[in-house]
């Protein structure tokens, strides 16, 4: 062998061996991701009277009551929170509009998407509240432009300036239209430092049982973890291993409210808990909604979270994405939920609060301020509804709230006994009673001052802000028992009360079986006749089988009446100082 020829190969392989070190990429680092959250926000533009529980240290039996809210506020952590990451997503989980206070309904809700662009939403699912005036509608003030106006409107489009639609996008997995395609698309995708991020949305497939069925007329809504695991499966075969899944659908846990930081979740149930059970273990994050609880739960290293509603809390889950595989390191995986601190927040409370986060929590808690250009642009809602909200419709003699749980709310009762009033004349419908259905009541009728106090149609309007008509129908005295005794269909653990106005009373058995447990059911005192035709009044939603109540919708000689907060309105000018009592004696043993 020619000793100058191997001298000269050993050295051209040194040499390439070389050039292949000198050029070969170094370890990629780590990259953090910051996501942050909030849910159920339902046009709470303003800081209003909202709190948080929060465990009081000197008496724990007695929790602190936290003075949270505002979107001002939340833009202004979101911002500080955004500044100690440095790569951040904010994520809106649903019901970010419909069943709002005036400041987002009279603006067909286009105030509320302006803010949450302003706020730096960056994907958003959608819930069963943004369903409530129709698909068509819902596309529009995600779109942008104005409503063209249609007979009846009294809310405002384009109030200050045509309305710019969403500059975020709307992701949601399991809504088709009739012929299978998607209603919005069903995922985004997204790189931060070279890393691509799913983001996947659901909403409760119990949709079309809580909203107007005309709202959902010809969408299909289909399994949660079924949608959300077959777009997994196609996200990962292009690639994207980090998956976060945004489902407007919650759950419930032992710890509380005041303890939403217990990653133990100690007694979880609910939706969202069997959803999670049954998702891919693609999916790393899920961020959950619509029960407005708060939990931080840690589900086998998967973070199931909620953050209330209303804007009064976020959360936030850092998550560390490995470059090498694409996927999250679930072992470095952080989260809390942190509440939205406002002007009403008093300083012991705050530093209370601030002085149990870890330290990066607590720096942004230290530095969030609101939001000028929020704050700005919520005034001038605020200033264009004033007339409105401002104006004096009625007086009453002590509050009306909304119940410890939503079947003995005398806000409830109240709105059906204006609701009997505006349709018992014959020429009205005959109505002999009313039914309120507990979920349209949205917030307490407050009594400021010494009674009789002073109601205002922004009050009115926020406690039912849903613009429903007033429905006379009729059912015969057996129908109407079943309807009542459905209040606690057979596996339901405890009923769901209907709000009865003052002439309807009746005695329910909580022991008793099925079918047995509405007693001495009297109409103005007289017992019903099970096979009398009876007239009597709903709004509009539960007339078209709303909350479930698919028996309405065989109400016969049906005759539409006036608006329900028109109802309201008029009652509280004719009524001095109204005070409904119970109607329904709850008989546990």
């Not at 939340?74 to 911002?79: C, D, P, T």
């Not at 007979?151 to 300036?161: H, K, N, R, V, Y």
């Not at 077959?230 to 407007?248: D, N, S």
Request: charged share 20%; aromatic share 4%.
């Amino acid at each position: 062998m020619n000793p100058f020829r191997t001298t000269t190969l050993a050295l051209a392989t040194a040499a390439a061996l070389l050039a292949g070190c000198a050029t070969a990429p170094a370890p990629r680092e780590p990259v953090p991701l910051r996501v942050i959250a909030f849910n159920d926000l339902h046009g709470h533009l303003q800081t209003a009277a909202l709190n948080l529980p929060h465990p009081n240290p000197a008496n724990p039996a007695q929790p602190l009551r936290v003075n949270v809210g505002g979107t001002a506020e939340l833009a202004g952590l979101v911002k500080a929170l955004r500044a100690g990451a440095p790569h951040s997503v904010v994520v809106s989980s649903g019901d970010a509009i419909g069943g709002t206070p005036l400041i987002s309904a009279l603006f067909f809700h286009e105030a509320t998407i302006d803010v949450m662009n302003r706020i730096g939403v960056d994907v958003a699912t959608v819930g069963n509240h943004e369903f409530d005036a129709g698909a068509a509608e819902l596309q529009r003030v995600l779109a942008g432009g104005c409503r063209a106006p249609q007979p009846g409107d009294t809310a405002i489009s384009c109030a200050l300036g045509r309305h710019e639609g969403a500059k975020f996008p709307s992701v949601v997995a399991n809504v088709n239209r009739a012929d299978g395609s998607p209603l919005m698309p069903r995922s985004l995708v997204r790189s931060y430092g070279g890393v691509k991020v799913g983001f996947i949305g659901a909403v409760t497939r119990s949709t079309p049982g809580i909203v107007v069925p005309s709202g959902v007329a010809g969408l299909r809504f289909t399994d949660e973890a079924d949608a959300i695991n077959a777009e997994a499966a196609r996200l990962q075969a292009q690639g994207v291993q980090a998956i976060v899944a945004t489902i407007h659908e919650g759950g419930f846990n032992d710890a509380a409210q005041m303890e939403w930081n217990s990653s133990a979740c100690p007694g979880r149930r609910g939706a969202i808990f069997d959803i999670e059970k049954r998702l891919s273990a693609a999916v790393d994050v899920v961020l959950s909604a619509h029960t407005h609880q708060g939990y931080a739960c840690l589900v086998g290293g998967r973070p199931v979270m909620q953050a209330l509603s209303f804007g009064r809390g976020v959360s936030v889950v850092d998550l560390v994405l490995d470059p090498a595989t694409g996927d999250v390191d679930r072992s470095r995986t952080v989260l809390r939920n942190l509440p939205v601190f406002n002007g009403r927040t008093e300083a012991a409370h705050r530093e209370l609060v601030i002085g149990q986060e870890p330290a990066p929590f607590a720096a942004a808690l230290r530095a969030a301020q609101p939001d000028a250009d929020v704050a700005a642009r919520v005034a001038a809602y605020a200033e264009r509804a004033r007339p409105l909200a401002e104006r004096v419709v009625g007086r009453i003699g002590g509050s009306f709230d909304t119940g410890a749980n939503r079947g003995s709310s005398s806000a409830g009762r109240l709105i059906a006994d204006a609701q009997h009033a505006a349709t018992r004349a014959p020429d009205r419908g005959g109505a002999r009673f009313a039914l309120m259905n507990p979920g349209g009541v949205r917030a307490p009728l407050p009594c400021r001052g010494t009674p009789p106090c002073e109601v205002t149609f922004g009050d009115v309007f926020t406690m039912q802000p849903f613009g429903n008509s007033l429905v006379v129908m009729t059912l015969t005295g057996a129908e109407i028992r079943q309807m009542l005794e459905d209040q606690q269909r057979p596996g339901r653990e405890q009923p769901s009360f209907l709000l009865p106005s003052k002439s309807l009373s009746y005695r329910w058995v909580a022991r008793a079986p099925y079918g047995q447990r509405v007693q001495d059911l009297r109409i103005d005192g007289q017992p019903v006749d099970p096979a009398a035709a009876i007239r009597f009044t709903v709004n509009s939603f539960m007339a078209d089988g709303g909350d479930g109540l698919s028996l309405l919708r065989q109400g016969r000689d049906r005759l539409g009446g006036e608006l329900d907060i028109d109802a309201l309105v008029s009652f509280l000018k004719t009524t001095p100082s109204p005070s409904p009592d119970d109607r329904i004696v709850v008989v546990n043993d």
